[in-house]
T-cell receptor
């Protein structure tokens, strides 16, 4: 079974609108971490936001927020007020145990003017 | 501060040749990871080190792949002999363990794009 599932291969949004990128995960661990990364066309991997399984509040970082629903095992990324520079591939990842991150297949986001 | 530095950025080689990819992690980080990214398989963890010691190499595809971390500031990934199916972007990443022992976010290098003809 896949550990991280991103069901949206591609998403389109207009500039200034909000967009939600879906991520569901599968783990039996009680302690885990969820990460979102952005990969623009230039190829580098940019860390966006982190949510720990014991964190009670949803994580926020500027225009990024993580909608964490533990019972549903979902960790959706919400980008508010989309900008053209947000066009990129977005990866959800999970850390089980202490060390390694497993990545989903990614969602390509295209922001149009 | 310098980020994770990888070299070369691009490598084109012929099947059968040895390939060496290099990585300098962020100073002070105690974890180092090698990932491979392809369209078909996405991002796959190949191997990771903690304090220069290989912890899990179960993602290394086969014996043609090897990785070493001789000191805290350098790691290399070797493919010998290389094959066309090894063509991919290889990322090195480093991270720091937090006070509870968990690794924090991974800081990625810019990747090494390998093409094997």
């Amino acid at each position: 079974a896949q550990k991280i599932t991103q069901t949206q291969p591609g998403m389109f949004v207009q500039e200034k609108e909000a967009v939600t990128l879906d991520c569901t995960y599968d783990t039996s661990d009680q302690s885990y971490g969820l990460f979102w990364y952005k990969q623009p066309s230039s190829g580098e991997m940019i860390f966006l936001i982190y949510q720990g399984s014991y964190d009670e509040q949803n994580a926020t970082e500027g225009r990024y927020s993580l909608n964490f629903q533990k019972a549903r095992k979902s960790a959706n990324l919400v980008i508010s007020a989309s900008q053209l520079g947000d066009s990129a591939m977005y990866f959800c990842a999970m850390r089980e145990g202490y060390s390694t991150l497993t990545f989903g297949k990614g969602t390509m986001l295209l922001v149009s003017p | 501060d310098a980020g994770v530095i990888q070299s070369p950025r691009h490598e084109v080689t012929e099947m059968g040749q040895e390939v060496t990819l290099r990585c300098k992690p962020i100073s002070g980080h105690d974890y180092l990871f090698w990932y491979r990214q392809t369209m078909m398989r996405g991002l796959e963890l190949l191997i990771y080190f903690n304090n220069n010691v290989p912890i899990d190499d179960s993602g290394m595809p086969e014996d043609r792949f090897s990785a070493k971390m001789p000191n805290a500031s350098f790691s290399n990934l070797k493919i010998q002999p290389s094959e066309p199916r090894d063509s991919a972007v290889y990322f090195c990443a480093s991270s720091l363990r937090d006070t509870r022992g968990y690794t924090g976010e991974l800081f990625f290098g810019e990747g090494s794009r390998l093409t094997v003809l």
